[in-house]
C-alpha cells in the first residue's frame, strides 16, 4: 500500500470525470504529488465507472488513491483510504469507516473549525486532519486566516499530518508550509490538462522553495 508521508506535498483534488485521468498525470508530471482525492461531480455522486481508472492511474504513479466519503468504493476499487467531509458526529463517523476499512486504510478527515474534533480525531487514531477556506464561503479572506491560524497551531502541537485544504496558489502554499502544514490540497482547476499541469508545478516549486530555506 501507498503511504502518506508527511514533509510538505501536494494533496490533489480532482473530480471524477472523464477528463480527471488526463488532469491527474499532467499533476504527477509536473511536481511531487502525495495523494490524490476523488470528489464527486458537482449534483452527482461518485460511481465506480468514473472512479476505477483514477484509482488505477494514482496508484500506479506511486500517489495514494483515497475517495470522499464512500467507504464501499474504497473496499470495491482497492483504493488506499477515505477522506471525510466535515459534519457533526466525525468522530463517529471515523469509527465506522475505520472499522469498515481496517488498519491499514488512510482515513483523514476535515474537521471544519473545531479544534475539538481534530484533537479527538487525532487521539482516535486518525492518519491526518484537515483544515481548509471553502469556496462557498462569503468571507473568504477571513476564512483563509482561520484556516491558516489552525494550521500554525497543529504543527507547533501535534504529530498527527496536517492538511491544508482549498490552497489557491503558490504564495499561499508556500505560506502554510512554512506554518507547519504538511500536504496543501490543490483542486483540479477547470479546463485543459496544461492549466493543472501549470498550477501543479508552481505550487510545487513554492513547497520545495521553502524546504530550500529551512
Known amino acids: ?9 501536494i494533496y490533489l483534488v480532482v473530480e471524477a470525470t472523464p477528463a480527471a485521468v488526463e488532469h491527474l498525470t499532467a499533476a504527477t508530471e509536473a511536481a511531487d504529488v502525495a495523494c490524490c482525492l476523488i470528489v464527486p461531480a458537482a449534483g452527482a455522486a461518485i460511481e465506480a465507472a468514473a472512479a476505477r481508472p483514477l ?3 494514482a496508484q500506479q504513479a506511486g500517489v495514494a488513491a483515497l475517495i470522499a466519503e464512500a467507504t464501499d468504493l474504497v473496499r470495491t476499487l482497492r483504493a488506499d483510504g477515505v477522506h471525510l467531509n466535515s459534519r457533526r458526529q466525525l468522530l463517529d463517523a471515523h469509527a465506522a469507516a475505520r472499522n469498515s476499512l481496517g488498519r491499514e486504510a488512510i482515513i483523514g478527515a476535515d474537521v471544519g473549525v473545531s479544534r475539538h474534533d481534530a484533537m479527538s480525531l487525532a487521539e482516535a487514531g486518525a492518519d491526518y486532519i484537515a483544515f481548509g477556506a471553502p469556496s462557498h464561503l462569503k468571507d473568504r479572506p477571513r476564512a483563509r486566516e482561520r484556516r491558516d491560524d489552525l494550521v500554525s497551531w497543529w504543527g507547533e502541537i501535534f504529530e498527527v499530518p496536517c492538511v491544508a485544504l482549498d490552497v489557491d496558489e503558490p504564495r499561499q502554499a508556500e505560506r502554510l508550509a512554512r506554518a507547519g502544514a504538511n500536504f496543501v490540497a490543490v483542486t483540479v482547476p477547470a479546463g485543459s490538462a496544461a ?6 508545478a508552481e505550487i510545487g516549486a513554492a513547497i520545495a522553495s521553502k524546504a530550500a530555506a529551512g
Open 1 to 9: 500500500m501507498t503511504h502518506l508521508q508527511p514533509d510538505c506535498r
Open 55 to 57: 484509482v488505477a492511474a
Open 195 to 200: 492549466a493543472t499541469r501549470a498550477l501543479v
